[in-house]
């Protein structure tokens, strides 16, 4: 992960903006193309925004930020509320929103967190790197010594996992977190931290995103650990600094390769109700019902005699 970041950071403006936003708007089209309706974006600046603002895709956008010094979160928070009025402008659903432990002080998690809380929805980067929690726990390893050799400061050593310090930022325990909370990546959660975030948030969510976590870390979270506790999980992408292509079918496979007792059935629900309730869009899209517009979306080459998708499968829109 230390190494993924250091990369991401050289390479952010190494195209012109031109380009990036035309890539935007290519792969958004794609996405709907592909028989996607609505997804939850992570965006650091309002380059998406107008391409948002006119696509068929609805769009939840998290303003994400960072900032690993104290006194710089009253700034940084100044900057994203007008983000958000920006976003707003443009008719875009948008939340601030942390990144994760590691890029933030506590003041940053716990401010930018409360206003995310108050639009209704978080998206937080949970325990997506061994890194991350070694920080937490002991420290040491590869981001404390990323952090350390730019000069910025740490998060405190709990002797805990990444996932309660932040609970323990949001309140105190016993009190529920409000709001629809989504949870991503979750790589290395245990079943302590899980629990704990059962008990103390009220709409949890667990965003999986395999193809992204194979490309880091060559690992994927214990989904079967999370299907024990019933979780409620969404299936995403990341994005392509972390992947070859955003494709629902290509992360469903994944799943059939590296966890292949669960059905597609079940997967299915991933992939589309359980990420209409987060967005809470549910009263529109994610099932075929009646006064609902969910589209309709044809998959080909399905194994129906295993239930699973092939390497032959595509998605296509027909609605």
């Not at 991401?8 to 089209?29: D, L, P, V």
């Not at 939340?95 to 809380?117: F, K, N």
């Not at 991503?184 to 969510?205: C, G, M, P, Q």
């Not at 669960?262 to 099932?287: H, P, R, S």
Request: net charge neutral; hydrophobic share 35%.
């Amino acid at each position: 992960m230390a190494g993924f970041v250091h990369q991401i950071n050289e390479q952010r403006t190494s195209i012109e903006k031109k380009e990036r936003i035309k890539a935007i708007e290519s792969n958004m089209k794609k996405l709907y193309n592909s028989g996607v309706s609505a997804v939850a974006d992570i965006s650091n600046c309002d380059e998406s925004f107008e391409i948002k603002s006119k696509s068929k895709l609805y769009t939840r956008t998290f303003l994400e930020v960072f900032g690993s010094e104290s006194k710089d979160a009253a700034n940084i928070l100044k900057n994203v509320r007008e983000l958000a009025c920006h976003a707003e402008s443009l008719g875009i659903d948008s939340s601030p929103t942390p990144h994760a432990s590691y890029s933030m002080s506590r003041e940053l998690l716990r401010d930018v967190s409360e206003e995310g809380i108050r639009s209704g929805f978080l998206s937080y980067h949970n325990q997506e790197s061994w890194e991350e929690e070694e920080l937490h726990i002991k420290g040491k390893g590869p981001i404390a010594l990323e952090l350390k050799r730019k000069g910025r400061s740490t998060p405190p050593v709990t002797g805990e996992s990444s996932l309660l310090y932040f609970l323990d930022t949001l309140g105190k325990a016993g009190e529920k977190i409000a709001g629809q909370i989504l949870l991503v990546h979750n790589t290395f959660t245990n079943e302590k931290s899980l629990d704990e975030a059962i008990a103390r948030i009220e709409n949890l969510y667990l965003a999986i995103c395999p193809l992204s976590n194979l490309f880091i870390h060559r690992a994927l979270p214990p989904i079967n650990l999370f299907r024990e506790k019933e979780v409620k999980i969404t299936l995403g992408t990341d994005s392509l600094s972390s992947n070859t292509i955003l494709s629902m079918v290509d992360e469903i496979l994944a799943i059939h390769r590296y966890f292949p007792g669960i059905q597609l059935e079940e997967i299915l629900v991933w992939a589309t109700i359980n990420g209409a309730k987060f967005l809470k869009k549910d009263d529109d899209l994610g099932t075929f019902e009646l006064g609902k517009r969910p589209g309709v979306v044809l998959i080909d080459n399905i194994d129906w005699q295993n239930r699973r998708l092939t390497g032959k499968s595509k998605s296509v829109r027909l609605v």
